[in-house]
């Protein structure tokens, strides 16, 4: 008596629900334990110095030209709402605090308090954007665009991609946040909440530089 | 045979670079591309000569090296993802895309060297199309270079390194400021600038070379593995 098979043992390829177990999976690599400790992993460094990298690059070229116009690009960055400015520079440093906070809570198995923590650090995030969203309005509306003269083409863009990453940061704060909602233990997660954290610090770090360059060198 | 042709897959995407490089050399692009601010009268004397004709139909083959890349890519990503290759799928159908949408400008600045002698506005229109088309189309590329980051990452058997991931997720990042090549006719923002034309470049040269040498390793590793475990097999 023939019974209808079961799908799975009809031949289709793997991924299509074929039959399952190693077959032509290449074997585990050997992990080699290295001394000392990384955040998250090596590789990640390449992605945020190579990131970095990129805004360097944006902000040398930024210098590059204020060289040829410093008497320019001193009074456009003076329409610039500096207490803005510096009021976000406060808020992403306590949003990198609580972060911090709450990577140490997540490891100690606190998970409620870890959650509190990356609660404050969205919104943080969101104040910042909210207090950006203002800012652009209040000088879009005062009529300078990223079309007008060089400092505005390289302040909207700066701020533009940074708050792109901002973001992406969000995104993966929510992300962790729902790891400490599912109680992900420490040891299954390290290297993913660690490189969470590490991104936000960068997108921090690049805010400080940006602040710096853009609101505070090009005034002098 | 099957080991030949998937190293052969992953050689294409560093022959790519090469050949593509090539064909762009010979055509005139490289060193300095035409940009937003040349003049009508250098636009069309570009298109006038036939190394354009040339460069272009050898960059118009040599860039379609990459979709046996992608295919090898996907082969990989299959093997990570198991049972529901969500990943690979979407890798496969924005490769394609990519690949599609590298092509079709070399297609295009080949036409217009094709007939020099046009009315030359005309000219310098089929030349902004064919640029930015080149330039600006970057979500593809994203969503290909995301798709493979989270995979390598999510992978557990670590089919490739895991630097590999992030290495996606930067030249990911890298595209972002293409869009602004629409804004500007000149400075580091137009569609020659550094941090568009020049970058992407760079990173999607970083891109298929380490996709390509990286896929490579895997291909030998799995082979030689193979083996290993059929000389045990017969010896015992």
Not at chain 1, 46 to 73: K, P, S
């Amino acid at each position: 008596m023939t019974q209808p098979r079961p799908k799975a043992d009809v031949e289709l390829p793997e991924f299509l629900g074929g039959a399952t177990g190693d077959v032509a999976r290449a074997p585990r690599r050997a992990v080699t334990p290295s001394a000392g400790h990384i955040p998250g992993e090596a590789g990640l460094w390449i992605f945020l110095f190579g990131d970095m990298t990129i805004f360097a690059a944006i902000m040398l070229a930024f210098l590059w030209d204020r060289r040829a116009d410093v008497e320019g690009f001193e009074e456009a960055s003076h329409q610039l709402i500096q207490p803005i400015g510096a009021v976000n520079t406060l808020v992403l440093l306590l949003s990198s605090f609580l972060v911090v906070r709450a990577l140490f809570a997540h490891r100690a198995a606190r998970y409620v308090t870890a959650r509190r923590m990356i609660v404050g650090a969205i919104v943080c995030a969101a104040v910042f954007a909210g207090l950006k969203a203002v800012e652009y309005y209040s000088e879009i509306s005062a009529g300078h665009t990223p079309a007008t003269g060089q400092f505005f083409t390289f302040y909207f863009i700066l701020t533009g991609l940074h708050l792109v990453h901002v973001i992406v940061g969000t995104a993966l704060l929510a992300a962790w946040q729902l790891m400490c909602l599912r109680r992900r233990p420490w040891s299954a997660v390290q290297r993913i909440v660690e490189g969470i954290a590490c991104y936000w610090h960068m997108v921090d770090l690049l805010w400080v530089a940006i602040f710096a360059i853009v609101y505070l060198v090009s005034a002098e | 045979m099957t080991k030949r042709i998937l190293s052969l897959c992953a050689w294409s995407g560093p022959a790519t670079v090469v050949l593509a490089l090539i064909g762009w050399l010979v055509a005139g692009v490289l060193p300095i591309p035409l940009g937003p601010d040349s003049s009508m009268q250098e636009v069309v004397d570009f298109y006038g000569q036939t190394r354009v004709l040339v460069g272009m139909s050898i960059a118009s083959v040599a860039i379609c090296l990459v979709f046996p890349l992608i295919a090898v890519i996907g082969v990989h990503m299959v093997r990570m993802e198991g049972r529901t290759p969500i990943l690979t799928f979407l890798q496969l159908i924005t490769g394609a895309a990519t690949g599609v949408l590298l092509l079709l400008p070399m297609l295009l600045m080949a036409v217009i060297g094709f007939r020099p002698d046009r009315n030359p506005e005309l000219t310098v229109t089929l030349n902004d199309i064919a640029w930015l088309m080149f330039i600006t189309p970057i979500a593809p590329f994203i969503i290909q270079n995301v798709a493979i980051g989270v995979a390598i990452l999510n992978d557990e058997r670590r089919t490739l390194p895991r630097w590999v991931g992030y290495v996606n997720f930067w030249i990911a990042i890298s595209f972002l400021p293409d869009p602004l090549a629409f804004f500007f006719h000149s400075g580091p923002f137009a569609w020659r600038g550094i941090f568009i034309f020049w970058l992407a470049l760079t990173t999607y040269a970083v891109f298929l070379v380490v996709m390509g040498v990286m896929l490579r390793k895997a291909i030998v590793e799995e082979y030689s593995d193979r083996d290993e475990s059929r000389i045990t097999a017969t010896a015992t």
